[in-house]
Structures are given as C-alpha cells and as structure tokens.
C-alpha cells in the first residue's frame, strides 16, 4: 500500500499543473528535488495544522480552493465523468458543512482537529478509488436521498411556490410605489408650476 501511495504521489509530482510548474521552477533555482519541497511543504502545513494559529482558515482553504479550481475545469472540458466527481465532491462537502456546523464548538476543542479535518476533506477530493467522497455519497447520501425523494421534492416544490408568489408580490407593490411616487412628483411638479407661473 506504502508503494503504492509513493507511486501515486511521484506521479502527481510529475503532471504538468500549476503547482508542479512552480515546484520545477524551485527545483532549477535551488537544486533541490521537487519532491522533497513538496513534502518539506506538505510537512510544514501538517505541522501548522497540528499547532499553529489560525488552522481553521487553512483548513477550509484547503477543502476549498483545490476542489474549486478543479471544479472549474471540469465545467469547462468536454468530459462527464470530471462534473460527476466534483459534484459529488461538493454534496459530501455541503452535508459536512452543515454538519459540522452544529458540532464545531465541540469539535474545535478536540486536540488535532483541524490535522483530521484536512485529512478528511483531502481524503473526499484525492483522485483514488478509494476516494471518500464517492464513498460516503454511495453509501449515506444516495440512500438517504433516495428513501426521501418524494418529501423533498414536495418541500423544494412548496417552498419554490412560495418565493415566487413572494417575487410576484414584491413586484406589484413596487411598481405601485413607483406609480405613487411618480404621481406625487406630477402633482408636486403641477403645483409648483403654478405657483410659479400663477
């Protein structure tokens, strides 16, 4: 497994992005392998993670930046599959979100919890089979969703009635305000015209 993990991250190293763009460019400058900056880098931000102020931040950055920019150029390449993968991404994300929205002032208190919070968001987005978030959605989220289907579309269609009987609402008393107020500037515009010009 340990091999296999070494072949993968090797592999990594060796796609032509952004990131391995700039890690060659360390490597000519400073002699050193790219792959040990990149683990003196990724040792650095465990660390951080570990003990350092702000971990929070880092964290969600993490889970927030990659996924999005691959996200992006999945929505602009020709290819299915890549959509399908970070959507499912974005799904686990979200019920995790909401999640640990309601257990953060807990959770926060544990030693090391933004270390295994990175280590779960890198899990959800690492290009493996084993991927989590393919995992957790197959497995929690699919089911879920499915058994509720019905209740949730009833709810989202209830509740998508109603904001649009609330836009159209909004809308016609604004145009009536406009129309009053637009009246009262005649009026005011006639009054004053004749007490000008009497």
Request: proline share 3%; glycine share 4%.
């Amino acid at each position: 497994m340990f091999a296999q993990l070494h072949n993968r991250y090797e592999a990594l190293l060796n796609e032509n992005n952004f990131v391995t763009d700039l890690l060659a460019t360390v490597e000519e400058k400073t002699g050193i392998q790219k792959k040990y900056i990149a683990s003196g880098v990724l040792s650095l931000i465990s660390l951080y993670l570990l003990f350092g102020y702000g971990a929070s931040l880092l964290c969600n950055l993490i889970g927030f930046v990659y996924p999005a920019y691959l996200s992006i150029k999945a929505i602009e390449s020709k290819k299915k599959d890549d959509d399908t993968q970070w959507l499912t991404y974005w799904v686990v994300y979200g019920f995790f979100s909401i999640a640990e929205a309601f257990s953060d002032i807990f959770l926060s208190w544990f030693p090391f919890y933004y270390a295994g919070k990175c280590l779960f968001l890198v899990w959800c987005m690492a290009p493996v089979t084993w991927n989590g978030s393919a995992i957790l959605y197959s497995r929690v989220v699919r089911p879920v969703f499915l058994r509720h289907q019905a209740t949730l579309d009833s709810v989202v269609n209830n509740l998508s009635d109603k904001a649009k009987n609330m836009a159209d609402t909004v809308t016609k008393e604004g145009e009536m305000s406009v129309n009053q107020w637009r009246l009262s500037l005649s009026l005011d515009s006639a009054t004053l015209t004749s007490q000008i010009h009497p």
